[in-house]
């Protein structure tokens, strides 16, 4: 059973850098049939598709945060990780990572996600 987990600070202040990490288990971040996405979700507001790391480590940022963002992996503890530098308090979300199908386009799994609060 695949099985991914957000994990994280809570709170980020006005200028910092949010950082998070998703830990897998139950399957391999290298393996090509799938990709890990970052998705955020503000509050009030629906799903908001931030990047995604593939199984050879290539990565594709919206182009709305491209400059902000940064998504890598540790192969080694089967972890990937989001960098979003620069944050305000319209960067409060809660942050999700899932993994999807690149067959079938789907995503299958996700963590429970994790809030992220902006704010001095």
């Known amino acids: 059973q695949v099985q991914v987990q957000e994990s994280g600070p809570g709170l980020v202040k006005p200028s910092q850098t949010l950082s998070l990490t998703c830990t897998v288990s139950?399957?391999?971040?290298?393996?090509?049939?799938?990709?890990w996405s970052w998705i955020r979700q503000p509050p009030g507001k629906g799903l908001d598709w931030m990047g995604v790391?593939?199984?050879?480590?290539?990565?594709y940022y919206t182009p709305s945060l491209k400059s902000r963002t940064s998504i890598r992996r540790d192969t080694s503890k089967n972890q990937f990780s989001l960098q979003l530098n620069s944050v305000t308090p319209e960067d409060t979300a809660v942050y999700y990572c899932?993994?999807?199908?690149?067959?079938?386009?789907?995503?299958?799994?996700w963590g429970q996600g994790t809030q992220v609060t902006v704010s001095s």
């Open positions: 899932a993994r999807q199908n690149v067959t079938h386009r789907v995503y299958d799994y």
């Open positions: 139950g399957g391999s971040i290298t393996d090509s049939y799938y990709s």
């Open positions: 790391i593939r199984y050879d480590g290539s990565t």
